[in-house]
C-alpha cells in the first residue's frame, strides 16, 4: 500500500526507451544509442574536443543531433576561447543574421530576442585562429563608377598607391578614397544589395579638396536594431576642416547631410583621427591639436580646444562612455621623444563632462540625453603614461636592469600607434637601408657603436642609431595600459608585454580592438594577433613581386617610399586597403 497518493497530472512522456528493444519478435543488439539516456550522451560527450565532436558527428543522426547542441557548444566555446562572445567587435552595430552575441556591453545595444549560435561561434573563431576565410575583391559593380574603384597595384610600377578610408558598420561597408577630388564621394557596400554613393561638396573651396577621415557613431541609439535593417550615423572631414554628419538607413538610396559644421580660419587644418558618441564628437587635427563639439542641440557647438607639447603624431584615439550620464573617457595613444633623437610610445586617458544640469530620462540610455540647462562637454581630468620613464634619483640594479630594457625598445621612427583602451601597438617605422646597415654593423660587434661626427674612421657606420634586430620596425611591440580608478593613489602605467613577431617587412597599417590586432604589411601580408595570449596566424600570404622589389630596394635604399594603407575588421571579417586593392576576408565559413 502506498503512503500517499498518486498525483491525478499526467506523467510527461519518457525521452527514449533505455533498454534493449524488440524488433520483429527477436531482441536486437544493445548499442551505445539504445542503451544510454540523452543526459549521459551529452555528458560524454563534454569531455570531447571539437575535432572528434566533429567525427563524432558523422557517426549516425542521432549522435549528429547530440553532437550540435548548443549547450554543449556553449561549454567548448568558453572553455576553449574564455569569454561569452566573438573577440574583435568594437560595438557598433548589431546584427539581424540570427548569429549575434553581445559585443561590448557598455557601448551596445544587443536584442534580447536574438539567441547565439555556439557552434557557429565556435567555428568563426576557429577560422580566426587558423587564418582560414574567403577573399573577395570589391571591382566591378554595376551602377558605380569604375575609374572611383580601388584596383590592384601595378608590379614594377613607380606610381603612388592610393590611399583609402574603410569603415565597418555591421554588414555594410563605407570607404572613399582619399586623394583630391572635385567632389569626394562615399562609397557604401551592403551585403547582398546593390551599392550607393554619398557625395560631399565642400563650401570652403571651389577647386578640389579630399577626405581626411571618417567615423561611425557609436552611441546606442545608432546601434538600435530593428527587424528591418539599421541605422548609420556617420561623420565625415574634408581636408577644408569642414565636416557633415549623415544618417543613413539601407533601405535608402541617398542620404544627404542632416547638419554641417564650418569651423573657424584659425582651426580650419585637416582632421586626422576622430571618436563620435553621441552627442559627444571628439577630433584630432594634423597640427595635433584635439578638440571637442557638442551635438545635443540643433547645431553643431565647438566647446574646447587642447594642445600638447610632449605628444605627437601618429596617434589613435578611443571613446567611449562611462556609467555617469552625459561623461565620457577619451584614451589617447601618441608618440612620444626620447634623448636625443629617438621614439618610444605613451597614452593620456581624458575624463569629458557636460556642465549642464541632465534630466531622469537620460539615466535609462534608450534615448540621447536631453539636456534641460545649457552647458559644454569639457574636460574635467587628464591623467598620462609613458612606456619609457627615467627615475629620478639614484636607482639600484633591478631599475638599471629595466632601464636597459626600455632603452633597447626605442626606434628612430614610428610608423604606427593603434589603441582599444586596454591595449597599445607600437609598429616602428624605418628605411630598409637602415636596417639593411645595421644588420652588416651589427656582425662586426656585439653591442651598438657609437662614433663622434669628427674622428676619423675606417668602418662603415649608420649615420643615426637604429633599434636592435628583436625590435626591428617588422616587428610590432605590445604595452598593456592600466587606468587605475580615478581615488586610487596610483597613477597610470604602461606596460610592455611582449613583441609581436611575423611580419616579415615594413608595416603599412595597424588594428587593435577588443583584445586583437591585425597588421597590413606593405608587401600585402596581414597578421593577426591574440593580444591576451599572443598567438597570431597569417591570413595573407605577401605579393611575390612585392618581396622581390623589397628585397631589391634593401640594397637600393628605397624601402622608405612604401606607402601606406588602410585595414579594419570586426568579429566576422577583415577589409584591407592595400597593394591589392580594397579586399574583405570573411571568417563566418
Given amino acids: 500500500m502506498l503512503k500517499r497518493r498518486s498525483s491525478p497530472a499526467t506523467l510527461p512522456a519518457a525521452k527514449r526507451h533505455a533498454g534493449p528493444r524488440l524488433s520483429s519478435g527477436r531482441h536486437s543488439g544493445i548499442t551505445f544509442d539504445s542503451a544510454l539516456y540523452d543526459e549521459l550522451i551529452l555528458f560524454i560527450f563534454s569531455f570531447l574536443d571539437h575535432r572528434d565532436l566533429c567525427a ?170 530593428t527587424s528591418h535593417s539599421p541605422s548609420v550615423s556617420l561623420a565625415v572631414f574634408l581636408s577644408t576642416g569642414e565636416f557633415s554628419i549623415y544618417h543613413r538607413k539601407p533601405s535608402e538610396i541617398k542620404a544627404v547631410p542632416k547638419r554641417t559644421y564650418i569651423p573657424l580660419p584659425q582651426h580650419r587644418f585637416p582632421v586626422t583621427h576622430a571618436a563620435y558618441h553621441h552627442p559627444l564628437l571628439v577630433t584630432l587635427s594634423q597640427s595635433f591639436t584635439l578638440m571637442i563639439y557638442d551635438l545635443s542641440g540643433d547645431t553643431i557647438t565647438h566647446t574646447q580646444t587642447l594642445s600638447s607639447f610632449t605628444s605627437h603624431p601618429p596617434a589613435s584615439i578611443v571613446l567611449s562612455a562611462m556609467s555617469i550620464p552625459l561623461s565620457f573617457k577619451l584614451v589617447l595613444a601618441y608618440a612620444v621623444p626620447v634623448y636625443p633623437s629617438h621614439w618610444s610610445v605613451g597614452a593620456t586617458e581624458l575624463i569629458i563632462s557636460h556642465s549642464g544640469v541632465i534630466s531622469s530620462s537620460s539615466v535609462a540610455l534608450v534615448e540621447p540625453p536631453k539636456v534641460t540647462t545649457p552647458g559644454n562637454f569639457v574636460v574635467s581630468e587628464t591623467r598620462s603614461a609613458r612606456a619609457f620613464d627615467v627615475p629620478q634619483g639614484w636607482i639600484d640594479e633591478n631599475k638599471l636592469q629595466a632601464m636597459n630594457a626600455q632603452w633597447g625598445r626605442k626606434v628612430t621612427q614610428v610608423a604606427h600607434t593603434q589603441t582599444d583602451g586596454k591595449w597599445v601597438v607600437l609598429a616602428p617605422g624605418g628605411s630598409l637601408q637602415s636596417l639593411f646597415t645595421t644588420s652588416n654593423s651589427a656582425e662586426s660587434s656585439n653591442s651598438s657603436i657609437f662614433q663622434p661626427s669628427g674622428m676619423p674612421s675606417t668602418e662603415i657606420l649608420p649615420t643615426t642609431y637604429v633599434s636592435p634586430p628583436c625590435h626591428s620596425f617588422a616587428q610590432l611591440q605590445l604595452y598593456r595600459l592600466h587606468l587605475p580608478p580615478p581615488t586610487s593613489s596610483h597613477g597610470p602605467k604602461l606596460t610592455f608585454v611582449r613583441t609581436l613577431h611575423g611580419p616579415r617587412g615594413p608595416v603599412s597599417a595597424v588594428a587593435v580592438a577588443d583584445g586583437r590586432c591585425v597588421s597590413l604589411g606593405a608587401d600585402g601580408s596581414i597578421w593577426v594577433w591574440d593580444l591576451e595570449s599572443g598567438r597570431c596566424a597569417e591570413v595573407a600570404a605577401p605579393v611575390e613581386q612585392l618581396i622581390e622589389e623589397t628585397d631589391a630596394g634593401v640594397c637600393m635604399g628605397r624601402g622608405a617610399g612604401l606607402s601606406r594603407g588602410m585595414v579594419v575588421f570586426d568579429e566576422r571579417r577583415i577589409v584591407s586597403a592595400g597593394v591589392r586593392g580594397i579586399e574583405e576576408r570573411r571568417f563566418d565559413i
Fill in 56 to 225: 563524432v558527428e558523422a557517426a549516425n543522426k542521432n549522435c549528429s543531433r547530440l553532437a550540435s547542441d548548443d549547450q554543449l557548444w556553449k561549454g567548448l566555446f568558453l572553455r576553449e576561447f574564455g569569454r561569452s562572445r566573438l573577440r574583435g567587435g568594437r560595438g557598433f552595430y548589431g546584427r539581424t543574421d540570427g548569429r549575434l552575441v553581445k559585443p561590448l556591453s557598455s557601448r551596445v545595444y544587443r536584442p534580447e530576442e536574438i539567441v547565439p549560435n555556439w557552434k557557429w561561434m565556435f567555428r568563426i573563431s576557429s577560422n580566426w585562429r587558423n587564418g582560414r576565410c574567403a577573399v573577395e575583391i570589391f571591382r566591378d559593380w554595376d551602377g558605380v563608377d569604375i575609374d572611383h574603384l580601388p584596383a590592384p597595384v601595378v608590379m614594377n610600377s613607380k606610381a603612388p598607391q592610393r590611399r583609402w578610408h574603410v569603415l565597418l558598420a555591421g554588414t555594410s561597408t563605407i570607404f572613399a578614397s582619399a586623394e583630391p577630388s572635385e567632389q569626394p564621394t562615399i562609397f557604401v557596400r551592403d551585403r547582398g544589395s546593390p551599392p550607393t554613393t554619398l557625395k560631399f561638396n565642400s563650401q570652403l573651396s571651389s577647386g578640389s579638396s579630399s577626405i581626411s577621415t571618417m567615423v561611425l557613431d557609436q552611441s546606442p541609439l545608432s546601434s538600435r536594431v
